[in-house]
């Protein structure tokens, strides 16, 4: 195990299945917030003190690597991989505090869709993530991965199917602005787990 690798006193990988673990309860939270169209200034703090979690996760990884000689796999890849997850629950806050400027707090169909599929891709790239600490476990982060791409590409669709039919009922040019904005910005969580899957992916391929 690529664990051996390293100081007994610091495990990369438990850190770095902290973190993601923290990015899995803010896309929980998250569901749970537009599933019940519960959106508040409550809500956002909570999102916000999920995501400082995730910083200070990240700032501790950070911190250990710049004190560490042997790093399990490359250093680029490592800071590459912390920003990567701590992308997304910044930008399941960003989009809250979105919703929150724009008023936006009835529920919305659409918006409990992508809801629920960022959630699915959030639990995948925790299994991706998880399957780092040991080379035999690349089928499952292959699967992972596989499973975070689909749900990009069904994103993707959904986006612009969405839009489509923004664009042709609603009359309302703020409106149309304001959900626009709001989409575009769901589907970019699902391309961050996207990058993060990619990037397990490679770095377990180095360690084969």
Do not use: W
């Not at 040991?134 to 699967?143: A, E, G, L, R």
């Not at 489509?164 to 904005?181: M, Q, R």
């Amino acid at each position: 195990m690529l664990s051996i690798f390293f100081p007994k006193d610091f495990n990369m990988f438990d850190l770095f299945e902290k973190q993601v673990g923290i990015s899995v309860e803010g896309a929980k939270y998250f569901k749970q917030m537009i599933t019940e169209g519960k959106l508040s200034q409550e809500a956002l703090d909570k999102l916000h003190n999920i995501e400082h979690q995730g910083d200070e996760v990240a700032h501790d990884i950070i911190e250990q690597l710049n004190k560490s000689f042997i790093t399990p796999f490359d250093r680029e890849d490592i800071h590459a991989l912390v920003k990567e997850i701590d992308d997304i629950t910044d930008m399941l806050h960003t989009l809250t505090n979105r919703m929150l400027v724009y008023k936006m707090t009835e529920k919305n169909v659409h918006l409990t869709a992508f809801a629920n599929m960022i959630e699915e891709s959030v639990l995948a790239v925790e299994c991706a993530v998880k399957g780092l600490r040991n080379t035999k476990n690349y089928k499952s982060v292959k699967d992972a991965c596989v499973e975070v791409n689909r749900l990009e590409n069904e994103g993707d669709m959904m986006r612009d199917k969405v839009l489509a039919e923004l664009f042709e009922t609603e009359k309302d040019p703020i409106k149309v602005i304001k959900l626009k904005d709001i989409f575009q910005e769901a589907e970019t969580i699902l391309d961050i787990c996207e990058d993060v899957a990619h990037m397990v992916e490679n770095i377990l391929v180095k360690q084969i």
